[in-house]
């Protein structure tokens, strides 16, 4: 997503630099020789400059937002590898969706550790339509009012729209089961596959439940109910249950594959499944708060305990 947001970015005409850390060896010879990233359909514009491991500081001068696009396992390392590097940024915006594994904290707090304001990111926006320029509405959540409004002046263009809420804990909290969810719906599509059957109603049954789930799961945990039945929730759930990393693991695994063999084999094609560790983050969180939350436990029953596939259908009970 960093790469797309980049692009969406240099089109309204901002200058845009693309910092690679050493975790980005893979892509980062394309990015620099052919102008392209492997799994994004577009070429990046003129106004994208590409800067390598050991020009940060480089990359970082001058700038007013640092965007950072590391998946929540790797904010902190990212947060560390940046460190004063980015004594020019004013604000900090992450693209992570999920919480820190080892805390469970929100991106939000990790990178606050950076002492500067920070704006999350949630909303349906698939990277490669980004890329393109297709439309899209993203949600930008913060506590600081003023980073808020600055982040999304910047952000705002014909093609990527921008709303924004003060509750950016729901917002967070959102981002984090919209995973799980997607990983059931997916595992749904899978089993339907195998038997060769549609399952359109029990989709769209398990599509409700889990976004009602959602709303609990903010609620309880101090976020704003209604922030679950917006783009940071329903509308990011939907958009990956229909197309993101998420929903095609669950349905590899609905279709028979083992669950860690499944995200192996995904990670092996540079893809990461943030969704196998929301599912434990979101059951051991509910169960801290008391929360009854059928669906999300089926998906963690069967990612982490070896439950088959069709407990996920047996949550609708």
């Known amino acids: 997503m960093g790469t797309a947001l980049a692009i969406s970015l240099a089109r309204k005409g901002e200058q845009v630099t693309l910092w690679g850390s050493e975790f980005d060896a893979r892509v980062l010879p394309e990015l620099i020789d052919k102008r392209s990233h492997p799994a994004l359909p577009t070429n990046l514009p003129d106004n994208v400059h590409v800067a390598g491991p050991d020009e940060l500081e480089q990359a970082a001068k001058g700038a007013r937002i640092g965007v950072m696009a590391a998946h929540s396992g790797g904010a902190r390392s990212l947060a560390g590898l940046v460190g004063t590097a980015v004594e020019d940024i004013r604000i900090v915006v992450s693209l992570a969706k999920g919480l820190e594994p080892e805390t469970r904290k929100r991106m939000t707090e990790v990178y606050g550790e950076l002492g500067k304001p920070v704006v999350a990111v949630g909303g349906p926006a698939l990277a490669a339509e980004v890329a393109e320029g297709l439309p899209c509405t993203a949600v930008l959540g913060s506590e600081d009012a003023e980073a808020l409004g600055e982040t999304k002046e910047a952000f705002s263009s014909d093609s990527y729209l921008v709303h924004d809420t003060p509750d950016c804990a729901g917002l967070e909290y959102c981002t984090t089961a919209k995973n799980v969810g997607a990983i059931a719906s997916g595992i749904v599509e899978g089993i339907g596959a195998r038997r060769e059957q549609a399952y359109k109603n029990a989709r769209s049954a398990l599509f409700t439940q889990a976004v009602h789930e959602m709303a609990a799961f903010v609620e309880g945990l101090g976020g704003r109910r209604e922030t679950a039945f917006g783009l940071a929730g329903m509308g990011d759930l939907l958009v990956t249950s229909l197309g993101g990393r998420n929903r095609q693991y669950g349905e590899m695994v609905g279709s028979g594959a083992d669950p860690k063999h499944a995200e192996a084999d995904m990670k092996e094609r540079g893809m990461t499944v943030e969704g196998t560790e929301s599912a434990l983050d979101v059951y051991d969180l509910a169960k801290q708060a008391g ?23 047996e949550a609708l009970r």
């Not at 669906?295 to 305990?305: D, F, G, M, T």
């Open 291 to 313: 929360l009854d939350l059928p669906v999300h436990e089926a998906v963690y029953r069967v990612v982490h305990e070896g439950a088959p596939p069709g407990e996920v259908l």
